[in-house]
């Protein structure tokens, strides 16, 4: 007897690496509903295969999610059972899936969360930063400035912070990272995680992205990228800092106090000279 409801939306989630992180419950939903909605059919295909799932495929991405979500919620209105995948992970997290739900929610259908990997809290669980507390911030924007806008945003976050990043981006994000948050901010690149070449790497900022940017390698693969929140020692050191800066400043240029504060204090040069 199937155990899978019909007209209800069923959001599964896949490995992101190895192919047997994929739970009992997932697989025999996956081979019980009517139809499976992937981010990428032929990406999907292998897995399902491996795993003796024969259920039809339809595509939902990001670039048809909106013309075919009316579709699929009709479909599940008229009892039909649905299945929402992604590439790999948890679906919605950075990943098509977003619309789908809220509209099938909107039209009364159940929505029922099949769990499993997500590759922002699998690097959590062993970058041994804090993890009582964090924020999830996806993708960077893909251009310097934009990204440096945002991470300055972020600069004064408490709290551990996740991001991911492309390979071919990931030494760029990393020197923005130093260039906004200082040498010193833990940071750890969890890379291919679960997979063949998987690597975790926790540094100071400073020295990871100088490890990253010599080491093709480590431009490699998937990559999640966490860097700990500010804490109360920095904002002390800051304090101390300003607090030197201004007595400089009556005698020296500002750029020079704020040299001269920073390597007194270790508080970063960029904020001193900021607070000008």
């Known amino acids: 007897m199937s155990s899978v409801q019909s007209g209800c939306l069923w959001v599964v989630a896949t490995p992101i690496g190895h192919r047997d992180d994929f739970s009992a419950r997932a697989i025999a ?33 990001e670039h048809n999610e909106r013309e075919v979500v009316e579709g699929i919620v009709r479909r599940l209105r008229g009892g039909e059972s649905v299945a929402l995948i992604s590439d790999a992970g948890t679906p919605l997290i950075s990943d098509p899936g977003f619309r789908l739900v809220r509209a099938a929610r909107a039209a009364g259908v159940r929505c029922a969360p099949v769990p499993g990997a997500c590759a922002a809290i699998a690097a959590l669980s062993v970058a041994g930063l804090p993890s009582d ?29 996740i991001f991911y990043e492309s390979s071919h981006r990931v030494a760029e994000s990393l020197a923005d990272m130093r260039s906004v948050f200082g040498d010193e901010r833990e940071a750890v690149l969890a890379r291919e995680l679960t997979k063949l070449f998987e690597t975790v790497i926790g540094e100071p900022l400073g020295q990871l992205a100088e490890r990253v940017a010599g080491d093709p390698d480590q431009q490699r693969g998937e990559c999640v990228l966490l860097v700990a929140g500010r804490g109360e020692e920095a904002d002390a050191k800051l304090a101390e800092g300003q607090r030197v800066f201004a007595v400089l400043r009556e005698e020296l240029p500002p750029a020079k106090a704020a040299k001269l504060a920073a390597a007194i204090t270790g508080a970063p040069r960029k904020e001193l000279y900021r607070s000008e």
């Open 29 to 61: 939903t996956l081979r019980e509903v009517a139809v499976i909605a992937a981010e990428d059919t032929r990406h999907s295909k292998p897995l399902l295969l491996h795993h003796n799932i024969a259920t039809p495929l339809i595509a939902l991405h």
């Open 133 to 161: 507390r964090f924020v999830f911030e996806g993708f960077l924007p893909p251009k310097s400035a934009a990204r440096r806008a945002r991470l300055q945003e972020l600069a004064g976050e408490p709290r551990t912070l």
